[in-house]
């Protein structure tokens, strides 16, 4: 009776024991991190507004005579844009992408060369990519030559006073040439002479083509509102080295 006494109580003893341990370790361990603390927050978005002017230069050349629909062009940001409340949304050194979306050569009796850009990103230097649709607002780095459209479209300006001065030469010339060899007749039929010289000289000159070497400065405009990640956008206007 002793044995199984002694038995019943040391089971009884270490059953106690045991739930004491228990309780005592679930009271002393941490409370769980509730669930909604484990969602991951949101981030800061920043936006580019509709219309905002981007100041960039070509990293290539480009002309008319020389590219074709579908090239890649590839420029930079030379100044930083910056919010109303001083917040940087586009630093300077931003690269720019974006294709050649048309592309023509100025004709040799009418039509002026042109050629359509259209841009697609921005890389910052961290490397954050922003898709965007941009096209030319300005091109004030561009000779001889101004956007004529909403679209963006750069034309070459008319050469209809060359041409005219050309005509106007040949028969200058002509008539100089046939004065001193026939008196006035002869300056007479020299400057028709030299006139149709001068004109089939105009018509077969090609109007002027669109020349943009690298480092040329267009006026980039955003065509809608454009969101970025404010963690990924750098707070200060300084260019970053690559």
């Not at 006035?184 to 004109?199: F, H, N």
Request: glycine share 14%.
């Amino acid at each position: 009776m002793k044995d199984a006494t002694g038995c019943t109580f040391m089971r009884t003893w270490l059953l106690t024991t045991c739930l004491a341990a228990i309780a005592a370790s679930a009271q002393s361990a941490p409370n769980p991190t509730p669930a909604a603390n484990n969602v991951p927050v949101p981030p800061i978005q920043l936006s580019i507004p509709e219309g905002t002017r981007v100041p960039i230069a070509l990293k290539q050349a480009i002309s008319t005579k020389g590219n074709q629909e579908g090239d890649a062009v590839y420029a930079e940001t030379t100044f930083p844009v910056v919010a109303p409340d001083g917040r940087v949304l586009i630093p300077a050194g931003t690269y720019v992408q974006g294709r050649i979306s048309h592309v023509k050569r100025g004709g040799r009796i009418k039509g002026k060369a042109e050629v359509l850009m259209h841009f697609t990103t921005l890389i910052y230097p961290s490397g954050y990519t922003v898709l965007l649709p941009g096209s030319v607002e300005r091109a004030p780095g561009v000779d001889k030559s101004s956007v004529r459209d909403e679209e963006g479209t750069i034309k070459s300006d008319s050469q209809t006073g060359e041409k005219v001065g050309a005509i106007a030469t040949g028969a200058g010339s002509g008539a100089v040439i046939g004065g001193v060899t026939n008196g006035g007749k002869g300056a007479l039929i020299g400057a028709g002479v030299g006139g149709a010289v001068g004109t089939a000289i105009a018509m077969l000159t090609r109007g002027n083509d669109i020349k943009m070497d690298a480092g040329t400065t267009l006026e980039m405009v955003i065509q809608r509102d454009v969101p970025v990640d404010a963690a990924q956008v750098p707070a200060n206007t300084g260019k970053s080295s690559r």
